[in-house]
């Protein structure tokens, strides 16, 4: 396999042409990653062939996430996502989800959590110079059920789990190793 270019601080690295159907994508997920994924794609849907994401991502913004998902099942040409070394939260929940073929290596970790316990601890009184009322918190919670809602159709869609697995699954916030990630149906292959 291919290694990842080194960091060069970008989020989205464009390999020289020989590699020309390969994009890589490195660190967090927002909308700035979106439009230039965005941009990418309506290129190389120009002409047939695979396209191939290489993954390596903490996470980011549930928003930015969904569009790619979206993004990436939409697109005219196959999306092939490859899972490199570390993988989580809406990374693995949404972006690796939305491809086609979802592959991963024999060093990945995929890292699964609860959105609406995320949405919790950004709120916590402590953490934050203003203070919350009540009303705004219930709120945060309300929607923070709707991206979760969103998060277990996707998995749902994508894996042999029913619902209630797949919160369980996202409850214990496990690191999942390659052998787990293919025994829930959250890639399809290592490689």
Request: proline share 3%; with cysteine.
């Amino acid at each position: 396999m291919k290694k990842l270019p080194k960091k060069t601080g970008e989020q989205i690295a464009f390999p020289d042409e020989f590699f020309a159907r390969e994009l890589h994508i490195n660190g967090r997920i927002n909308c700035t990653l979106y439009e230039s994924l965005k941009k990418a794609l309506r290129v190389l849907n120009k002409k047939k062939g695979y396209i191939i994401i290489y993954i390596e991502s903490g996470g980011g913004d549930f928003f930015a996430a969904k569009k790619i998902y979206q993004l990436f099942k939409t697109s005219r040409n196959p999306v092939i996502g490859i899972a490199e070394r570390n993988i989580s939260s809406v990374a693995a929940m949404l972006v690796l989800q939305g491809c086609k073929y979802r592959l991963i290596s024999a060093e990945t970790k995929m890292f699964l959590h609860n959105i609406k316990q995320t949405v919790a601890f950004e709120y916590v009184p402590y953490q934050t110079h203003k203070k919350l009322s009540h009303g705004f918190l219930a709120e945060e919670f309300k929607k923070a059920e709707g991206y979760q809602d969103f998060v277990y159709e996707v998995l749902i869609d994508a894996s042999s789990q029913n619902k209630e697995e797949v919160a369980r699954i996202l409850l214990e916030e496990k690191i999942l190793l390659p052998a787990e990630i293919i025994k829930f149906g959250f890639a399809d292959r290592i490689i």
